[in-house]
Each structure stands twice: as structure tokens, then as C-alpha cells.
């Protein structure tokens, strides 16, 4: 695998060990979306706990656990890949999902045929719904990728309505099993040995992975009673799968 025809900035700055800024991030995640467009799910949607339960379905069914939602705002909603799962535990719940890329709200625009759904392009930080208006906001996958996501959290407060819920996926290491992460170090390794300054961070937001650090930041933003639930996910993948793992990743040897 090369990448000699790395075509945004911030490729071409991990590539030789420089940090990118964060608005080379966000340009590097919308060409992804642009190129990939509904890629994650497609990477992740076949992960699942030992109850053969994806962490889409695992979302949720902890929101619908605090009980029924007039409305839902889904950030990082990409094509809609959490509506179903949403649709299935809240029947008659309005959902919104809010997306940065044009590309990915066209695609769920597209994949989605429900007269209670709509799909707004807009900054999860600057979001054109009124105060005190929501039930429940969820986000999966989405805000660790983010820099601003103390922006976007104090968004989400903004919008959810006294006693609103707040609930989300995130990425975080001990979400990974044995095999998996030594299928991303052979995939660093691989990509090193073609790039010897390759270095790269994960982007966004570098606490938003961590449990006690989490916890920390929903409560300084005025959040309350938090629970946290680490999830374990593991998938069977062929070679071929393992192949559009890392040919459709956003991250270069994650």
C-alpha cells in the first residue's frame, strides 16, 4: 500500500511526521466522506458484543432505556446508518440527523424513506435548532473525532430540553480485542517502512477517549448523572474485508 497520491493536507503532513492543524483534520474527513460516503458503518456495522448486538443497536437501546422521545437529533448522523436502530426502540420519535458533509446527508437522504426523519448539513456546533427543544441527542463514532467537541457538547446542552439525555458512542482503546490491535500496529508498521517519519495521533479531541477524563468534561460542561459502559466489539473478516478496513479507513493505520 502506498500513498503517493495523498491528496489532502493533512495526509501528506502524517505522512512525514508533521502535526496537521484542525482544519486540515476536518478537510481530510470530508474528502473521506467524499470518497467513502456511508464508510463507516461499512467498516464497523459488523463489529458486535458478545450478544451479537452492534454498538448502533446497543445506542439506541440506552436511550430508549430512559424512556419514550418526542425527538431525536442524531450528530454525525453520515447516511443515516442509526435510524433503523433508533426507529425500532422509539416508533413514533422525530429524528434529525445532522451531518458536516453534503455528501453523507444526500446519501441518507437517499437511504432513508421515513415522513419522520429529516437530515439537516450543519456544524454539530452550530446547530438551527431552538433551545430547550429535544429529547434526546445521541452521536455515534462522531464525537472523538472532533477538536471543538466541548463546542459541540455545550450545542447539545443548548438544544436538550430539563431532563433531555445525552448519549453516545465513542472510540477508546479497551473497545479493542488482542487481534485487532495488532492488526493496526502491522498496518503502522507496514506504512512505516515506506514512510520512516509517519506519525499520527488520533484526531479530534485526545481525552474524549478516555473514561475518567470523559466524565470530567460532561460534568465541568453541567451535564449530570453520567453512566459509562465500556463495550467490547469483535468481528470474523475475511481478507478481503480486512483489505476495505484500510482501504476506506479515515485514519491511516488508525
Not at 132 to 155: C, F, G, Q, R, T
Not at 169 to 197: K, L, T
Not at 217 to 240: C, E, P, R, W, Y
Amino acid at each position: 500500500m502506498r500513498y503517493d497520491n495523498a491528496v489532502t493536507r493533512y495526509m501528506k503532513k502524517v505522512l512525514i511526521g508533521e502535526n496537521p492543524s484542525d482544519a486540515e483534520w476536518y478537510e481530510h474527513l470530508l474528502m473521506f466522506n467524499r470518497l467513502h460516503p456511508g464508510g463507516t458503518p461499512k467498516i464497523f456495522r459488523p463489529f458486535t458484543n458478545a450478544d451479537r448486538r452492534s454498538s448502533y443497536e446497543l445506542l439506541a437501546r440506552a436511550v430508549a432505556a430512559f424512556g419514550p422521545a418526542a425527538n431525536v437529533i442524531d450528530i454525525g448522523c453520515g447516511d443515516g446508518a442509526l435510524v433503523p436502530d433508533l426507529r425500532r426502540v422509539l416508533p413514533d420519535a422525530l429524528i434529525v440527523g445532522v451531518d458536516i458533509s453534503d455528501v453523507e446527508i444526500d446519501a441518507a437522504r437517499l437511504k432513508v424513506d421515513d415522513k419522520r426523519v429529516r437530515f439537516i448539513q450543519a456544524h454539530a456546533a452550530k446547530l438551527p435548532i431552538a433551545s430547550d427543544s429535544i429529547d434526546a441527542v445521541v452521536s455515534h463514532l462522531a464525537l472523538m473525532l472532533m477538536p471543538d467537541v466541548n463546542e459541540v457538547l455545550l450545542e447539545a446542552r443548548r438544544i436538550l430540553r430539563q431532563g433531555g439525555r445525552l448519549a453516545f458512542v465513542v472510540d477508546h482503546p479497551g473497545g479493542r480485542d488482542e487481534d485487532s490491535m495488532a492488526m493496526f500496529a502491522n498496518a503502522g508498521a507496514s506504512i512505516r517502512a515506506q514512510y520512516p517519519g509517519f506519525a499520527q495521533k488520533n484526531p479530534g479531541d485526545q481525552n474524549f477517549r478516555d473514561a475518567t477524563a470523559i466524565d470530567e468534561q460532561l460534568k465541568t460542561l453541567g451535564f449530570h448523572n453520567v453512566v459509562m459502559t465500556s463495550i467490547v466489539t469483535t468481528a470474523q473478516l475475511n481478507a478481503d474485508a480486512y483489505w476495505e478496513f484500510f482501504a476506506s479507513t479515515y485514519v491511516i493505520g488508525m
